[in-house]
């Protein structure tokens, strides 16, 4: 690799990412463009141009990618079915893309030699955003500080994190260290590691209650059910209740109503493209509400055996986003066969959410079926 | 598991045949050293391959500088 003078940087002003503009700065000698995407993560963006350039970046971009991240990955899994290995919603695996894609967009437009994560070399969003990186834009390099073993012996734990920011002048507030790891965005939250490396740990037991940041309990959920009506086309959810509204619109709203009827929440071990299994905690309120209609609709429209085939690759599509070939042909060869099954279709479908079930109670298709 | 109002809640899985081993998925240090992280690297540049190579195959050529060039019915009205 030749010797970079610009990096750019995925970076959310925490400690990790601030530590990382410094390290990298020094060790390549580089000029450091950090990069911050909105994704829903809902986190305060106020204040992280000036914290940046006060970390060491010599420019930041910050974009908000919401409108994009419903539209353009979201919505088209929703149209595939998509769950990997029959729980994991994808929430994460569908937002590496989008990230490393702007990423590269904006190191050609700097005329950046490579681009970094903060991801680990345990973990599959390493791969997911070097795959992207490699797909789209095949002469930039990828530096991953994290399996970098000067890196890990640098930094062993927090505490030596945290005194490196002491030590440069780099502001970072130095919360508590959270028993779990957690990654937000529109789609869903996770949650990981730490105390919920043990399995047989009760995630949904009232101790740990405070966890859960998208949605209430079951237990805690409205004894009255909610109807929802949602309006489908060609695949994509465009209304509800009656109200038209971008994919944004539509997954800010459903996750307000799924969350608060403690719809959503999953508790499961998974396997890592890695080789590992891996146990996590997910919340997908405005996805699963998707998902669920999505299905009733389908259920209603579509030819037995387009469904069947679809449903028969779905898991493979899953499959490919987890393991972070979004931009891959196989993936878009089986894009191109959803696209097409759900063409002709116009419809309704009405809901009675409750208590963290939903339960159809009626579906119709609306006059203007094709 | 919890059942609860419609509601099938995991409240936690084990047994003795477990493929689970949180030695090897966790980010602390891991005594089994089952997983060296730099390995992590020949992995994704393998499964990156064939997705770099169709990239440089199939990739736009980069634009080249125009020229700047009146519109022919520019030219003609002249």
């Known amino acids: ?370 | 598991m919890k059942l609860y109002k419609g509601n099938i809640i995991t409240a936690g899985r084990k047994s003795p045949l477990s493929l689970y081993n949180p030695e090897i998925a966790t980010m602390e240090a891991d005594p089994t050293q089952a997983y060296n992280q730099d390995d992590a690297t020949g992995f994704i540049r393998l499964n990156g391959l064939r997705l770099k190579v169709g990239a440089q195959v199939h990739q736009p050529p980069a634009p080249k500088k125009a020229r700047k060039k009146k519109a022919k019915s520019a030219r003609k009205k002249k």
Not at chain 1, 63 to 78: G, K, N, S, V
């Open chain 1, 1 to 370: 690799m030749l010797v970079p003078m610009k990096i750019v940087l995925a970076y959310s002003g925490g400690l990790d990412t601030s530590v990382l503009v410094s390290w990298l700065k020094d060790k390549y000698q580089a000029k450091i463009i950090s990069f911050c995407a909105d994704i829903g993560q809902e986190e305060e963006l106020d204040g992280l141009d000036k914290k940046a350039k006060k970390t060491g970046s010599s420019k930041i971009y910050i974009d908000d990618l919401q409108e994009e991240f419903a539209r353009d990955y979201i919505f088209p899994m929703i149209q595939a079915g998509a769950i990997y290995e029959g729980q994991y919603f994808l929430g994460t695996s569908i937002a590496r893309p989008l990230i490393a894609k702007r990423m590269v967009e904006i190191a050609r437009k700097e005329k950046a030699q490579a681009i970094a994560h903060g991801a680990t070399g345990k973990g599959n969003d390493q791969i997911r955003f070097e795959l992207t990186a490699a797909a789209l834009a095949p002469e930039i390099d990828v530096i991953a500080p994290w399996r970098d073993e000067q890196f890990r012996a640098d930094f062993p734990g927090r505490k030596e994190m945290i005194d490196y920011c002491a030590a440069k002048n780099i502001p970072v507030e130095a919360s508590a260290k959270k028993p779990y790891s957690m990654d937000r965005n529109l789609l869903h939250i996770s949650y990981e590691a730490g105390v919920l490396e043990d399995p047989w740990l009760d995630a949904s037991s009232p101790e740990h209650k405070e966890m859960y940041k998208l949605s209430v309990s079951p237990e805690d959920a409205p004894d009255a059910p909610e109807y929802v009506e949602l309006e489908f086309e060609k695949g994509n959810c465009i209304a509800v209740n009656g109200k038209k509204m971008t994919p944004l619109r539509v997954m800010k709203t459903l996750n307000k109503l799924g969350g608060k009827h403690g719809i959503g929440r999953v508790d499961l071990v998974e396997n890592r493209f890695v080789g590992m299994k891996s146990r996590g905690v997910y919340e997908t309120p405005g996805g699963s509400v998707l998902l669920f209609a999505h299905r009733q609709i389908e259920s209603l429209t579509m030819d037995r055996e387009v469904m069947h085939l679809r449903d028969s690759l779905m898991p493979k599509y899953a499959e490919l986003v987890y393991y972070g070939f979004w931009f891959a042909p196989e993936r878009e060869a089986l894009q191109a066969l959803i696209t097409e099954s759900q063409k002709k279709r116009f419809w309704n479908c009405s809901f009675e959410t409750i208590q963290g079930q939903h339960h159809h109670c009626g579906k119709k298709i609306s006059p203007q079926l094709v």
